[in-house]
C-alpha cells in the first residue's frame, strides 16, 4: 500500500503546564507571541515559544469548553438550570454564540498562530540541533492537533500555516477538508519520524509531547478519516448547500487504505506503555503525574491562572444544593454534568468502573452538616427509576476525578481554591490507544478482531474487574455478566459501547459518535428510548448537526463571501 501521507501531503501542496519547574511562566506574558524578529534564535527561548502554545492548551481545557466532547451523546446530560449547556445538548447552537462556537474556533486559531512562529522560526536550528528539532516537532504535533480539532468540529476551515503579521488577511477561504487533512498528516507524520522526539515521557517535564504520545495521536487522526468518509455524514450534511467536495470523500485514500494506515501507527504504540492495573488511579489527584498510561495530559496547579475549573463540575450531587460547601470534596461537586442512564446500564454486573464513575447517592447536608464533624447522610439513588420526574436524574453525578480513591467521597480534598484545581486533563490513554489499534484491526479483517487485537481488548475488560478484598484480580469466571468476548462477538458497535464505558467523561464520546455516523443514530434512539430527563423533550437531530456553525464574526469579517461559507442550516 502506498504511505497515505505521501498522498494526502501532495493533496495539501495542491510550566506547570508542561515544565515543572517553570510555574513562573504562567505569570508573565506569553513569549510565543513576541514579534521580534530576532527573538527564538537559540534553544532556550525557541523552548519558550514552545511553552506558550502549551499555554494556549491549558487556556482551552481550564474551562467550560473540554464539556464540547460531552453534550449531545448518550454519555451524559447537562442540568436544566444551566442554560448555556443545555444549548449545546440540545442542538441548538447558533453561529453568535460565543461561548462554545466562537471561542472554540477561536482559542484553537490562537494555539496554530503560536506554533506557526515555533515552526517557522526554529527550522534553521532544527537543521543542526537536535533538542531544536525535537521542539519543531512538538509544535508541528500541536497545529496538527488544533487543525484537527477544528476539521471534527466545522468541516472544512481555513488554512493558516506560515507566521502572520497584521494586517489579518481576510480574503482566505475555508480549505476542503482533503486540504486540511493533508497539513494535518504532512505535520504530524513529519513529527513522528523516529528519533526526532524522545522515546520515553519526561518525568520532569510530563506534558510534553513524546514520541508513542505523538504516534497515537496521528493514529487517532487515521482512523478518524477512515470512519468519517467510511459513514459519509460531514458529506451528506456539506451536500445541502452544494459543497460535497469540501468533505471527506475527495480524500484520495481508500477508507481500507486509511484503516490500515491507522493500525499500521497504533501498532507502533502498542507494548510500549503498561496498562495500568488499578482503573481508578488514573484519574486521581494522588497519583498525577506518576502513570505512564496516562500518555499526554494538560498540566494543572492549584490556584489561578494555573488551576481548573472544569473538572469540579462534574461529582456526586448534594440535596438540597449548598453552594460553597459541597464543592470541597472528594468526588462531590456542582454536578453541572450528569451521566445518563444509557451508560450506567451500559456497564454489565462485575465491571468496576461503574462504581468508579457513576454515583449511585446524594448527600443531604440538612440532616448532617459536615462542618459540625458530623458525617453527612446518604441519599440512594434508583438508578433504574432515577429518569422519571419522582426519583431526579439531575442527582446522577459523575464522581471519575477525584483527590484520592482512599478517602470517602465526603472527604476535604485540601485544596482552598477549590474553583482552580490541580488536577489534570487527560487527552490520551493507552486505554485509548488499545480501543482504536482494536477497531482499525477488525476493520481490516472484514470486521472481527484477529487473536491479538481480542486479547488486547479483553486485557481491559480484565483490568476493569478490579480486586477482591485480598487483592486478587478478579477473573471472567467470576463475573459471568461480564465475561471475556470472542472475535466473532467484537464489532465496531462493540467497541464503541466499550469507549464509552472506559473513556466516559473525558471529553471522548462526541468525536467518536460524529466520526463513526452514530451521532444522530445514538441521540434519536435515547429520546425514542424514553431516556432524557422529564420535560427536556429535545427535538430530533439529523447529518447538519454534525457540523457547528462557523462563528458569524468571522464571516462578516471575510471579504470571500463566496469561498468563507456558512454551514447548512445555520
Sequence with gaps: MKSVHKLLVAMAGAGSLVFASCTEFLREEPKAIRSSNSYYGDVTTLKSGLMGIYLSFQNLYRDELPYIGELGTDESIPQFYMPDFNTVFRYQLDANNEMFVGKWYRKHYEMISRANVVISRGSSLAASDAEAAAIVAEAKMLRAWAYFRLAQTYGPVPLVIGETTPPVDYSLPRAPLKDVYGQIVQDMSEATVEGVLPKEKSTTEPGRLYYYSAVGLYGKVLLTMASHKESGKVDAALAKIGREAWGYGPIAESVEDLYAAAEKELAKVIGHVDLYPEYSHLFCQKFKNTIPENMWEIQFASGRPTGNWFLKRYGATTYPFVQERDQRTNGCSVNQIMYNTRLYFTYGEGDARREWNCSVHAYDYSINDPETGVPPGLLNIN?????????????LGCIKFRWDPDLPLNASNGEDDYEYMSSNFPLLRYADVLLMYVEANLKCNGGSPDAEATDLFNSLRARARGFDEKGNPITAAQTPDFPNLPSNIINADTVLNERMRELCFESQRWFDLARTG????????????????????????????????????QIDRSTNKEGFFQNPEY
Design 518 to 553: 452514530q451521532l444522530d443514530v445514538r441521540y434519536n434512539k435515547n429520546i425514542d428510548d424514553g431516556m432524557m430527563p422529564p420535560n427536556y423533550t429535545p427535538a430530533k437531530i439529523d447529518e447538519h448537526d454534525y457540523l457547528w456553525p462557523i462563528p458569524q464574526q
Design 383 to 395: 438508578v433504574a427509576e432515577a429518569k422519571t420526574a419522582d426519583a431526579p436524574q439531575s442527582w
